[in-house]
């Protein structure tokens, strides 16, 4: 801070008014504009006598005084209206004051319009009412004003306005006034430092705060009660937890105030232990705790998941008689919610005798955080049948209930509630209506709403990024991060999302730039961070790299085995995959239901249905876990891929469950195989009545009567999907190429390049030809109208492998993600590419992951037989 002039001013310069911003006030214009209200009711006869006893002679000063003494509002602004000449500086006085007392907001900026229009600049007493008045209205710009024209000012003036401008949010502006206090010469009170200090906490300004800390110590506040009290605070909400305990075990006096704050501030760090310690040592020195204290100490006890505490707390509360108190009641509330106990919740809510909208809101979270989204808007409609206004926290939790149920014609009554109440500037209510529309597959309105974000968070964009995965527009997910990274730092939660993305686009090069920014901030071990960069090389064909990352992973849980085991299913590695569950149950692992949907899938891809057959029972026989429909689905493609399909047929009408479209498309997928029309026939027949618009489902009924020579069916089944519109699906892949990502269409001809990725496809065709393998099958202009190969499949994953094959230099895996299956003749072609080039080709289809190398094919050719 710069030292003070050496015969500093009574008042230094003033910045220009533009220079503040301007808070939530009136316009400035306002004071001006402010028309009289009806004039009102004559004094009466006893109202005028009490005034004319208080002064000999006709004085509107001396008047105005009386009616203020007694209470007179409407008379006195009538009066000071209507008088010729303006009163004295006194009557003024105590005008302002009767006002505030009164809290009459209209009656008080239009005594302050009379004063400003009346006097070039205010009185330092006069100016201090003023102030003082509008501050508690929150008046901050008119304040300003006043303050502007106050020659002198005092302690007092100053105090008023950096407080003030503190309780109006605008911190910085309070902490600039502050600065300006100390240029001016003028040496702040006991009262100042609370105010600058609480500003200090709340912007969050650690070093400012230990600016004040100094000057508390220079100006000779440091044995003061209130002022440390707030140093403590400040601390606190600074990050600071050790300066403050340092602040609080030096006081020699303390108060019920410096025990709660402090108490709070390691709360409010994360150090919840030496919080309650703290509160049992205050027991012990036989400080009595307040309300704020037994709340405070609720609501912490519930973050410690320890119920005996937490019902010991429930009864001191009773005990010291706090048990019917709303503010207590919230907090306990919040603290069963925390331990998971909504039913306790709900009983403590239902005793209330009063509930303001804290309790309702604290019903709402709790329900919505413990997994009840359906209870949460239930009281969510309770409350409004109440009449209870709800304030952002309630709108955003019942938001995130919204997100969890799909409720999206409720989300959107709560976005129009918000955006009446004005709550769409609060960050929190904008957070939760981006992931209620991204959940609710609205993200084009997600978009809207961040777009016009006041400001965005590291939860803002981490809430889009993850958005955009969920709604399958990963390469916005990448865009979206790439420009979050300029202004924003993203945490754990971020990186997951965007690793994910990469995973679905198989962007392997920006995964592992994602990875090394993962690595320099420090924090490759947080959360589902190991699980996501396990997740990312698995599906990008990299088996190497997740291994590796497997084995660094300290903390493994049943999610990270399960990663690995539908990673080694990928790669047709089935017998690896039972080998490692085997590995993962000696280490004391439990398996879960995911665990056993990787597994039957690794027998089914590789025909074990004895090995299938004895891990499905063992999920009930040995780890007491019920089969769901995706093991059920994967038990009948074990059967139907190897021919048992009377079996496959005969196990599902025997499920203890209704078999959704998966269980019956897997049967359908074998009779494709197998060509067994009539049993394919039928599973179409209950596939098309559970999903009638699923284009996947006839693409198989189109396989079966395609290899089975029945055009004539094939035929009606291409023009029921062209009525229903399922035929226009265009196919799409996408190749990544120095951290690009490239996207080829089917009959693509848009690229750059396409000269070169055509020539270098002709030159592998011709080979082929020279082989005897032709690249193209040889079919009537009728059969080629109907294959399903150019119209299911589109061929452009060729066009994306030749661009990587052009672009990549020589013996580097070229990896391809594609949105649709693979046709024979692709797979063909790509198995030829492979052997031809010596590159190792892995593509991702909509059905599996297909690593060519040297002319074979990781599935197989399972199915392109």
């Known amino acids: ?48 006598s009490a005034a004319a006893s208080t002064s000999s002679s006709a004085d509107p000063s001396a008047e105005l005084r009386a009616l203020c003494s007694h209470g007179q509002l409407a008379q006195a602004l009538w009066l000071l209206e209507s008088s010729a000449e303006p009163p004295d500086e006194d009557a003024y006085v105590a005008l302002f004051r009767l006002c505030e007392w009164r809290r009459a907001v209209e009656p008080g900026l239009r005594a302050c319009a009379h004063a400003d229009d009346r006097h070039a600049w205010f009185g330092l007493r006069l100016g201090n009412a003023m102030l003082s008045m509008l501050i508690r209205f929150g008046e901050t710009w008119h304040a300003w004003r006043v303050f502007a024209k106050m020659p002198e000012r005092d302690v007092f003036s100053w105090n008023v306005m950096v407080g003030g401008y503190g309780k109006a949010g605008l911190l910085e502006e309070a902490l600039d006034l502050y600065h300006r206090m100390m240029w001016a010469g003028m040496r702040p009170d006991v009262y100042t430092f609370p105010c600058v200090l609480r500003s200090c906490g709340g912007v969050p300004d650690w070093e400012m705060g230990r600016e004040v800390h100094a000057h508390v110590l220079l100006f000779g506040f440091g044995g003061e009660v209130d002022v440390l009290n707030a140093l403590m605070t400040m601390y606190a909400k600074c990050g600071d937890a050790v300066a403050a305990r340092k602040v609080f075990d030096g006081m020699t006096v303390m108060d019920c105030i410096s025990w709660n704050a402090m108490i709070a501030g390691h709360f409010e760090n994360g150090e919840c232990n030496t919080g309650l310690e703290l509160f049992l040592t205050m027991l012990e020195d036989e ?95 309770l409350m ?82 993850a958005g955009f995965c969920f709604n399958h527009r990963n390469f916005e997910a990448l865009y979206y991060f790439r420009h979050m990274l300029v202004d924003v730092k993203p945490n754990s939660v971020t990186f997951i999302a965007a690793l994910a993305a990469c995973a679905a686009t198989g962007a392997l090069r920006s995964g592992k730039e994602i990875h090394a920014h993962v690595l320099r901030c420090g924090i490759e071990s947080e959360g589902y961070l190991p699980n996501a960069l396990i997740d990312l090389y698995a599906k990008c064909g990299q088996t190497g790299y997740a291994w590796a990352q497997f084995c660094v992973h300290g903390a493994k849980d049943v999610v990270s085995w399960n990663i690995m085991l539908a990673g080694f299913v990928a790669h047709g590695h089935g ?8 590995q993962m149950v000696k280490t004391g692992e439990c398996p879960d239901e995911v665990t056993f949907v990787a597994l039957l899938c690794a027998c089914s891809r590789g025909g074990m249905v004895k090995e299938g057959w004895e891990l499905f029972h063992s999920m009930t026989e040995k780890y007491s876990i019920l089969p769901n429909l995706k093991h059920y689905a994967c038990m009948v493609d074990l059967l139907s891929r190897v021919g048992r399909l009377t079996e496959a047929y005969n196990f599902i009408t025997e499920m203890p469950i209704t078999p959704d479209a998966a269980v019956w498309g897997a049967l359908l997928n074998g009779c494709r195989i197998h060509r067994n029309v ?29 290899d089975a020579g029945r055009w004539d069916k094939l035929s009606r089944v291409r023009k029921t999907m062209r009525d229903k519109g399922l035929d226009h699906c265009s196919g799409c892949s996408w190749v990544e190429v120095k951290g690009v990502v490239h996207a080829f269409l089917t009959d693509d001809e848009s690229h750059p390049q396409i000269r070169e990725i055509n020539t270098v496809l002709e030159g592998i065709y011709e080979r082929m030809k020279a082989s005897d393998c032709v690249p193209v ?18 061929h452009s994953e060729r066009l994306a492998v030749a661009f990587g094959l052009i672009s990549t230099a020589p013996g580097t895996p070229v ?45 197989g050719d399972e199915g392109y037989s």
Not at 428 to 438: D, T
Not at 822 to 847: A, E, P, Y
């Open 384 to 465: 409004e049948v109440n009449n209870v206004s709800p304030d952002d926290v309630t709108i955003a939790s019942a938001l995130a209930a919204c997100a969890c149920l799909g409720r999206l014609d409720v989300g959107i009554k709560l976005h129009e509630l918000a955006e009446s109440k004005g709550f769409m500037s609060y960050i929190v209510v904008a957070n939760a209506l981006l992931e209620m529309y991204a959940k609710s597959k609205h993200i084009d309105k997600a978009i809207e709403v961040f777009k016009y974000m006041p400001e965005k968070d590291v939860v803002s964009w981490s809430s889009m990024i």
């Open 815 to 859: 990896s391809v993600t594609k949105n649709q299956y693979t046709c024979q003749n692709c797979h063909r072609i790509l198995k030829m590419i492979s052997n031809i080039v010596r590159r190792d080709i892995i593509v991702r289809d909509s059905k599996e992951l297909h690593h060519f190398k040297d002319g074979s094919c990781t599935c």
């Open 777 to 794: 099958e040889s079919r009537s202009p009728e059969d080629k109208e109907v294959s399903k190969d150019d119209i299911f499949c589109g």
């Open 575 to 582: 017998d690896t995959a039972l080998s490692f569950f085997n």
């Open 1 to 48: 801070m710069p030292p003070p002039p050496a015969k500093p001013a009574l008042n230094p310069p003033l910045l220009p008014l533009a220079s503040l911003p301007s808070p939530r006030a009136l316009p400035p214009s306002r004071l001006h504009r402010l028309s009289p209200e009806k004039r009102p009711r004559r004094l009466s006869s006893a109202a005028v």
């Open 678 to 706: 009539e049993l394919g026939e039928l599973a179409a027949k209950y596939l098309f009545e559970l999903e009638p618009n699923d284009a996947g489902y006839y693409v198989l009924l189109c396989d079966l009567y395609a």
């Open 287 to 381: 400080v009595q705790p307040n309300l704020m204290t037994i709340t405070s100490v609720t609501v912490a006890s519930g973050l410690l998941s320890d119920i005996s505490f937490a019902k010991e707390m429930h009864g001191l509360a009773v005990k010291r008689g706090f048990a019917t108190d709303v503010a207590f009641c919230n907090s306990l509330i919040q603290m069963y919610a925390s331990l998971g106990m909504m039913g306790q919740a709900r009983t403590v809510f239902s005793r209330m005798d009063a509930r303001d909208a804290m309790s309702w809101t604290a019903m709402i979270s709790g329900y919505e955080k413990n997994g009840f989204p359906d209870k949460a808007l239930e009281v969510y409609a």
